[in-house]
């Protein structure tokens, strides 16, 4: 017989694991009030815990306290968006019933609904279907994965501006990692992936820009706004005699303006792919991690990359194990705003880029590197380098880019509640501030 207390007694197991609804929303109120101040973390754990709602006093002024807020009207920096409420509280549940989709049994209907937000979006991008993954990055690798197992090809092209998760993809997979220079504005041409596939042809001199592609054996990842500047590939490079063996398109940031009757044409050509990307955590305002995987024939794919194993009740599909109920925040999105009100964020984000480009281009000490394809812009002060202005930014924050080795300030429109024009007095007036204590001339940077 066991007569050894228990470790923990039945009444504290349930506040733990079972706690009142009134309970959780004060301690979702403290922390969401403006009042968190930060107290010092132990360099070691203690042996007593301090409790609950002190563990979420300590914790929340290192997450929500010193955070950026990305909704300020001065972030135009990253490709990271503020986050629509319904968010907070439909990954509030999928924590809360820690769902796991790899077993049907513990996620049946969180299944379905993962299931659903992919019949929902796979249309947009003219894919038949796919599944959620947690980013872009793990998207690329599912793809490149399903395209290296069904096509047996050995080579990744892709323009030199592309993600540099592409270049992981290629190593993890073992594949040749071909790098394409792209046109001056940063974007893959057709016409020069068609000819490196034409002189890979028997018969060709081979002789010409780049090296040769052989289309049989080579993925082709085409770049739908690349980080840098937002450039978007001709998406349907190598088409006819040409075709690679599998057209990949990274969409990560710009898939988005499918949903744009304004701007989808900026995409014309993804319907032919055979795998798209696209992070939600960009572009379609979800917290991390999100992002889609699609497929033109999803069942192939998924077949090529699912595992059976003898534990399990279905295979397992793709590169995540354990997988929770990342639908949830991205469904609630979906339905609070609708296909309009998606378009309607994604409108705002161009005329935001818009806005931002009228600005550079009325004030002669600012310039730009490009139009606004995707919503990314590349600026710079033309008197002062990029990292100066940027250390000395007050009230406004952009990231920046290397391009041909200059320093250019970037700004990506995630922020639905940016104002330009606060971002480019804070450039301007950071410029004079350098100016003054510099106490030289201005001369146009070189
Ligand atoms: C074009 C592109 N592809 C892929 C990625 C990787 O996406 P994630 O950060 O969702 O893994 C990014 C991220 O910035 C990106 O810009």
Do not use: C
């Amino acid at each position: 017989m066991n007569d050894q207390p228990p470790h923990v007694l039945a009444e504290d197991l349930r506040a733990l694991f079972r706690a009142e609804p009134e309970a959780v929303a004060a301690a979702v109120a403290a922390a969401l009030s403006d009042e968190a101040t930060t107290l010092e973390l132990p360099g070691r754990l203690a042996g007593p815990g301090v409790g609950a709602e002190r563990a979420l006093a300590l914790v929340t002024p290192y997450v929500r306290g010193a955070a950026r807020d990305l909704g300020d009207p001065g972030f135009l920096a990253h490709m990271d968006p503020p986050t629509p409420w319904p968010t907070w509280v439909a990954t509030l549940l999928a924590a809360s019933t820690n769902q796991n989709l790899l077993h049907p049994d513990t996620a049946p209907a969180a299944r379905e609904l993962e299931r659903r937000v992919v019949d929902w979006l796979s249309p947009v991008f003219a894919m038949s279907g796919g599944h959620l993954v947690p980013g872009s990055t793990v998207a690329n690798l599912t793809a490149l994965w399903a395209a290296r197992e069904l096509t047996g090809a050995s080579t990744v092209a892709a323009s030199t501006s592309s993600h540099l998760s592409i270049r992981k993809a290629a190593a993890i997979l073992g594949l040749r990692y071909a790098a394409i220079e792209p046109t001056v504005d940063g974007a893959l041409s057709a016409a020069d992936v068609a000819d490196r596939f034409a002189r890979s042809a028997p018969g060709s001199s081979g002789r010409g820009g780049g090296t040769a592609l052989d289309p049989r054996t080579t993925i082709l990842v085409a770049t739908a706004g690349t980080t840098g500047t937002g450039a978007i590939d001709e998406l349907d490079p190598g088409a006819g005699a040409h075709r690679p063996a599998w057209l990949h398109v990274d969409a990560a940031w710009a898939g988005p303006l499918r949903f744009s009757r304004r701007h989808r044409h900026r995409l014309d050509g993804i319907g032919r792919a055979d795998s798209v990307a696209v992070s939600a955590h960009k572009w379609l305002f979800q917290p991390k991690e999100s992002a889609v995987v699609l497929f033109a024939d999803a069942e192939r794919a998924h077949r090529a990359v699912s595992v059976d194993e003898a534990y399990l009740q279905v295979p397992n599909l793709g590169l995540l194990g354990s997988h929770g109920a990342t639908a949830a925040p991205l469904a609630a999105t979906l339905l609070a705003l609708g296909l309009d009100g998606v378009e309607g964020l994604v409108d705002h984000g161009m005329a935001v880029a818009d806005r931002l480009v009228e600005l550079i281009d009325a004030e002669p000490r600012l310039a730009r590197f490009g139009p606004n394809h995707s919503g990314v812009v590349a600026w710079r002060h033309r008197y002062h380098g990029s990292a100066a202005i940027r250390a000395e930014l007050a009230g406004a924050v952009v990231s920046t880019v290397d391009i041909g080795g200059r320093t250019w300030l970037r700004s990506v429109a995630a922020n639905p509640l940016a104002d330009p024009a606060t971002v480019v007095s804070a450039v301007l007036a950071a410029g004079e501030r350098l100016d003054r204590a510099e106490a030289r001339p201005q001369r146009p940077e070189s």
